[in-house]
């Protein structure tokens, strides 16, 4: 009988040990996500931001990594657009503007072809951190499939500004 009390009680606690929040193990999921981001094993990536989900649903950096693995697939194959924008979109819900979320949800939605929602993300990156030459970049890309080429041109040299190589080649292609 004692025996089986103690056997019990080990059960529940280690039940129940699992079930609660643990920052270290919230923390483990997400250096090993991020570890698997970045050697390319986005489905390892996936698991593990899955899991720092579950342990911490409150926090926003499970999500964020997430949204930028499925932004990852998005990007290069068109797959899983809709739930970067889901996590990245739950990010905002949580913590608004967290890291670059505005930034990986308007690449999503330049991939979609949704180009004013990417613009207004992108303008809430811009309005968040002004000095990111990417943001301009891409918000130029946005105005060149819009064909608004003087905005365009402004982006470009604001980003070659910032030091983008990229930038400074196509403005000095498209904006003569």
Known sequence: ???LYILFTCFIVAFIGCQMPHT???????????????NHDLDS????FDQAVI??????????????????????????CDKTLYNLNKVNGISPGYKRTYYNLAVCKMVIGDNKGALIDLNAAIAKDSTDADYYLNRAAIFLRLNDF???????E???NLGSATAKVRMETLCK
Request: glycine share 6%; proline share 5%.
């Open 1 to 3: 009988m004692n025996k």
């Open 24 to 38: 270290a193990s919230f923390r483990d999921c997400i250096e090993k996500g991020k570890k698997a981001l970045e």
């Open 45 to 48: 990536a996936i698991k593990y």
């Open 55 to 80: 342990i911490d649903p409150k926090n926003p950096e499970g999500y964020y990594g997430l949204g930028v693995t499925n932004c990852s697939y998005c990007y290069n194959d068109s797959t899983n």
């Open 150 to 156: 003087p905005n365009a041109c402004k982006d470009l």
């Open 158 to 160: 604001k980003a070659s």
